[in-house]
């Protein structure tokens, strides 16, 4: 009976798309965008009130902790005057010095501010969708970042909503710095909180505490982007905790930092892109 | 109103498709960013739940053209490479529970979360298995850990709301 072979070909066809999945990504990249555009409004209907729901709990717990948080500012305050201080002397010191090195600076960027209508919630997948996209200028390999630091790269764009796939999805692989040293390293997700620094030469150490920024040479991202700091380094496993608290996200901006063309619309899969440097972004200084 | 609008026509055309509209809306609720503070990125797999429902209590409602559907739509939104995972993952769980689903009808709440544990727990490790593999890689266990045990805490609420709208819409049906 033509009943009893719906269940057997339905598995069948799910094991083939898995298999296509995994040989073409191209073809369910296109799906995936369209199934984004055409969710994006529902998403954002459903998204709201939870975000609602949730700004009102935090409120409530901001009451509660008032005085500690009070407290807490006013020497966060002290302190970051301090900084200001040092910041505004090497701002000078930095203006100076450039002029003396006639020094090109890179233009502003631009930032697109976009609220998160959905995440992948799954265990084996870390991306959100985002209600902004083509419309509003995002491009595929445009940075994602929120006040704290990088969160991740657009990595599939519609007209109304884009997918941001986050530093720690398994298919991750950000060029990255260590800010003292200048080495440099690829950080890759693995579905985890912290994601690992590959690729460091040998004969360099990370330290626990050391501050992870993007490495502008392989033309993806801009260099100097925060990223997070070395949390453990364990037998040879460097993780890196992220400055982004990437599971109470909001909202993120996406930054055009002016370099279209690294990655081409449709030419590659994206997460391969990280690993080559396609496009060779001329530095200025020398 | 909308409610006894749809009940006049009782056995008619919507509300048969009540269990597949769910199965529907819980796959979107799966992917609805909860900002609830120190809740992980992972939410719980609230399609398994529908799916686990429906197949229990109404099968001949929820054909495994729907459970395929809804798997497929999920594993798009989800924005995972490996599309298909969650469609294969529910369409065994259909399969798998269609021949014990006399166990669990009439019985308590608590045999029925049981049940849904077990479900739970093989989903997850069938899609750890599944994922690594294609991955060529070891997946940390600790997600998937999470999401089960999420999942399994949010079952009540779930199986709660599908229970209400089973019994404003499919009495007669």
Redesign the interface.
């Known amino acids: 009976m033509a009943q009893r072979a719906v269940v057997p070909f339905l598995v069948l066809l799910s094991m083939m798309f898995i298999v296509l999945g995994k040989a073409d990504v191209l073809l369910f990249d296109r799906l995936r965008v369209v199934i984004a555009d055409a969710a994006a409004p529902l998403l954002e209907a459903l998204a709201q009130p939870v975000a609602t729901m949730a700004s009102g709990v935090r409120h409530v717990e901001g009451v509660f902790d008032l005085y500690r948080e009070n407290e807490r500012l006013r020497e966060e305050n002290a302190r970051l005057l301090q900084w200001q201080d040092v910041a505004r002397r090497l701002e000078t010191e930095n203006a100076g010095l450039r002029d003396l090195t006639k020094f090109v600076p890179e233009g502003a960027p631009r930032f697109i501010s976009a609220q998160i209508i959905a995440d992948s919630g799954g265990a084996f997948a870390r991306s959100v969708l985002v209600s902004a996209g083509g419309r509003e200028g995002v491009t595929r390999g445009q940075a994602a970042v929120t006040g704290e630091g990088l969160v991740g790269r657009v990595a599939e764009v519609g007209g109304r909503a884009a997918r941001i796939l986050l530093l720690t999805d398994l298919n991750s692989h950000i060029p990255v710095m260590l800010d003292s040293s200048r080495e440099r390293a690829v950080m890759a997700g693995d579905n985890s909180d912290q994601p690992r620094l590959l690729y460091l030469p040998i004969n360099v150490t990370a330290k626990p505490g050391e501050r992870i920024v993007t490495d502008g040479s392989g033309g993806i991202f801009p260099p100097g982007v925060p990223v997070g700091v070395v949390a453990s380094v364990d037998s040879g496993i460097i993780r890196v905790e992220p400055y982004a608290d990437l599971s109470r996200m909001e909202y993120v901006r996406i930054v055009d930092f002016g370099l279209g063309g690294v990655l081409p619309q449709n030419a590659m899969p994206l997460p391969r892109a990280a690993r080559g440097a396609r496009v060779v972004v001329p530095d200025p200084v020398r | 109103m909308r409610m006894a609008l749809f009940q006049r026509e009782a056995g008619g055309f919507p509300n048969k498709l009540v269990p597949s509209l769910t199965t529907l809306l819980f796959v ?10 120190g ?5 719980p ?1 609230f399609a398994l739940m529908a799916v686990f429902h429906w197949t229990i209590y109404r099968p001949d409602l929820l ?3 729907a ?2 559907v809804a ?4 594993d ?13 993952s529910l ?2 769980t ?2 798998v529970l269609m021949g014990q689903r006399r166990f669990f009808i009439n019985r308590l709440f608590p045999v029925l979360w049981a049940g849904f544990l077990g479900a739970m727990a093989a989903v ?1 490790i069938f ?2 298995a ?2 690594s593999l ?2 060529g ?1 070891v ?2 266990v ?3 850990v ?2 089960a045990a999420l999942t399994v805490a949010s079952f009540p609420a779930g199986s709660y709301l599908l229970a209400r709208a089973q019994r404003a819409f499919l009495m007669r049906v």
């Not at chain 2, 979107?28 to 503070?37: E, G």
């Not at chain 2, 995972?80 to 294969?88: D, E, N, Q, R, W």
């Open positions: 979107l609720l799966s992917v609805v960013p909860l900002h609830i503070p809740f992980a990125v992972v939410t797999a054909p495994p053209i459970v395929f798997g497929l739509l999920l798009l939104l989800n924005g995972t490479p490996y599309v298909g995972t969650s469609a294969l369409l065994l259909r399969t997850v899609e750890w599944l994922v294609l991955h890689a997946l940390g600790r997600p998937f999470f999401e």
